[in-house]
């Protein structure tokens, strides 16, 4: 991918998000507080160290895990106390909320978003400023975006952009590749 790209001065390093996807809240070792601490410190040094010095820019999405609020705002001070190659360069906030027992679909252990999730997102955003009255790496809001309002919300606790996955997802009747 870095070839692809072509890091130059024109260029600069290629942006690179690693989604912790909220489907990690259901694995096993997502239920180890420490594991999940351990990911957020050490991936993006690793992905620093595969790709070779300066050719990666590197922002982590971080899922909402299974834990408390307290855990979450933990997850995000470990964001913030990074340095050198093992620091994010930005942070995509709060995509997913996933719930063991809930069902859709006739799947058992859903990832969801909706009010549910933009309520947690902005309570802990909130929360972390409130505590902290520092400001985070830029950051990306994400989480029931669906009207300026609610990324006015967001750019409120910090957010300088936002994803709309969800605006724009089509169901999946529409896609002629079926499985």
Known sequence: LVQAWGVDADSGPMPLEKDFSATLAGSERSRVRETVLEWIRRVPGLIRGSA?????????????????????????QS???ATGADAADWLVYGNRLFDPEREFDGLHGIAYGGPDLSDRNLRVLSEFHDRYGTAMRP?????????????L??????????????????????????S
């Open 79 to 81: 964001v913030q106390q």
């Open 52 to 76: 070779g010095p300066g050719a990666v820019s590197v922002g982590l999405k971080i899922f909402n895990a299974l834990f408390d609020d307290e855990f979450q705002l933990e997850l995000l």
């Open 139 to 151: 950051l990306a809001g994400t989480g029931d975006i669906s009207s300026g309002r609610m990324a």
């Open 153 to 178: 919300e967001y750019a409120l606790r910090g957010a300088s952009s936002f994803q709309l996955h969800t605006m724009f997802q089509l169901p999946s009747r529409q896609y002629a590749l079926r």
